[in-house]
């Protein structure tokens, strides 16, 4: 569902929400079902924190604008499955993180290529 013009709607709110915050987006890469964020805040800002926010208002502003998603099951009752996973940048570079993050979606169309040539 995160393709097309949702995707870009997407980057555009959640760019938003940082800056608002006060955050620094590091990377985004939007793929079909799930995103992948390199946030920078300060040390008195929890990941859960940073989460939520990102879930509820990019979903109720993402819901008011392509609003046929909300007929959509989801999983469960919303946009956002209850599933995050979080991780610090100290074992790898800041680089290796945004190289990771930037090439999801050329690793997810690889890997689509190979399911389907078998």
Request: charge should be neutral; aromatic fraction near 10%; glycine fraction near 8%.
């Amino acid at each position: 569902m995160l393709e097309g013009a949702v995707e870009i709607e997407l980057k555009r709110i959640i760019g938003e929400v940082c800056k608002t915050y006060g955050w620094i987006l590091h990377a985004l890469e939007i793929m079909p079902d799930h995103v992948h964020l390199f946030v920078q805040a300060d040390h008195t800002t929890a990941p859960v924190e940073i989460a939520k926010t990102m879930k509820s208002i990019s979903a109720v502003h993402i819901f008011n604008t392509f609003k046929d998603l909300k007929k959509r099951r989801f999983w469960g009752s919303g946009m956002w499955s209850d599933g995050t996973f979080y991780s610090s940048v100290g074992g790898v570079s800041e680089e290796a993180v945004k190289r990771y993050i930037e090439t999801q979606k050329q690793r997810g169309d690889a890997l689509t290529r190979k399911d389907n040539a078998n």
